[in-house]
């Protein structure tokens, strides 16, 4: 009788993660290729990757980084490179409200309540 392991839809992850750039502006993201040491005492030269992505394009990339582009907890995008990527695998993610950029004419306003001195 062969064996049924219930986890083995569960093991398997994509292999890459499509990334969409919503804004008018290029986005560049530095990414780290260097493979984890099998010691800690082995001497390791970092590697690095860069990535540019025009206004408007989708880019697939290696899921490996999908927590160096954006950090998400709770489906709240809370941290990471470039948090206004747009993750197509799930397009409904928010972003915290403090990685949202102010904007520059209610930000610069002065307050009518405030005395000038």
């Not at 990334?19 to 290029?26: D, E, F, G, L």
């Not at 040491?37 to 082995?42: A, G, L, S």
């Amino acid at each position: 009788m062969e064996a049924i392991n219930p986890f083995a839809a569960a093991v398997q992850r994509p292999t890459t993660t499509k990334w969409k750039n919503p804004t008018s502006q290029v986005v560049r993201l530095r990414l780290c290729t260097t493979p984890r040491p099998r010691f800690r005492y082995e001497p390791v030269t970092t590697q690095w990757t860069e990535v540019v992505i025009p206004p408007g394009e989708v880019v697939e990339l290696p899921s490996e980084y999908d927590n160096a582009i954006q950090r998400v907890r709770d489906g709240v995008i809370y941290s990471g490179q470039a948090p206004q990527l747009v993750n197509l695998a799930e397009p409904d993610r928010t972003i915290h409200p403090a990685l949202v950029p102010p904007d520059p004419q209610v930000a610069r306003k002065p307050s009518a309540t405030r005395e000038r001195r």
